[in-house]
T-cell receptor, first 113, second 117 residues
């Protein structure tokens, strides 16, 4: 069983829709939760990160973490064609020499104009 | 504006060849990482380094080695390339935040797509 499970999609929505992207995980030691966005033929770039449980909002993006359910979500409001990309969740524990990330498989999102 | 540079975007090699993938970062980051990305498997950590001349195995180190002679440069080496090493290889770097200091935020390069025939 993978430590981090993410529905690979693909997910196709009309412009303006609310998008919900989700990951579940099994390692209760994960403390930091991140979302990366990867455009076609590019490397991933950090979108948002949160520590422990709770919500974090940045413009049209909201990240939620529910540690009791081992479930994280990324919501995109008023989705735009420019949001079309693969979204990867990532998580880490804090180790003595740094933090290693464990990634989900990524969800491919297409926002249609 | 490019901060993590991978020297080769696309490579085609033959089985048994030795392959070098180079990565350079200009952000003075202590940590550097090599991942491979495959459909259905996501990003998997091959090797990482927290300091010059220091390396640690990731989750899938078999068939790979690395070299970090300078802080800004981290090389991935395939001693004898095989077809199952056909993949997208991603280099990343980050600051060392100290024990328990916080999230390890990675900056990625654009990737090197390797095909082994």
């Amino acid at each position: 069983q993978k430590e981090v499970e993410q529905d690979p999609g693909p997910l196709s929505v009309p412009e303006g829709a609310i998008v919900s992207l989700n990951c579940t995980y099994s390692n209760s030691a994960f403390q930091y939760f991140m979302w990366y966005r990867q455009y076609s033929r590019k490397g991933p770039e950090l979108l948002m990160y949160t520590y422990s449980s709770g919500n974090k909002e940045d413009g049209r993006f909201t990240a939620q973490v529910d540690k009791s359910s081992k479930y994280i979500s990324l919501f995109i409001r008023d989705s735009q064609p420019s949001d079309s990309a693969t979204y990867l969740c990532a998580m880490s524990v804090v180790e003595t020499s740094g933090s290693r990330l464990t990634f989900g498989e990524g969800t491919q999102l297409t926002v249609n104009p | 504006d490019v901060k993590v540079t991978q020297s080769s975007r696309y490579l085609v090699k033959r089985t048994g060849e030795k392959v070098f993938l180079e990565c350079v970062q200009d952000m003075d980051h202590e940590n550097m990482f090599w991942y491979r990305q495959d459909p259905g498997l996501g990003l998997r950590l091959i090797y990482f380094s927290y300091d010059v001349k220091m390396k640690e195995k990731g989750d899938i180190p078999e068939g790979y080695s690395v070299s970090r002679e300078k802080k800004e440069r981290f090389s991935l080496i395939l001693e004898s390339a095989s077809t199952n090493q056909t993949s997208m290889y991603l280099c990343a770097s980050s600051f060392f935040l100290g024990q328990g200091a916080g999230a390890n935020v990675l900056t990625f390069g654009a990737g090197s797509r390797l095909t082994v025939l």
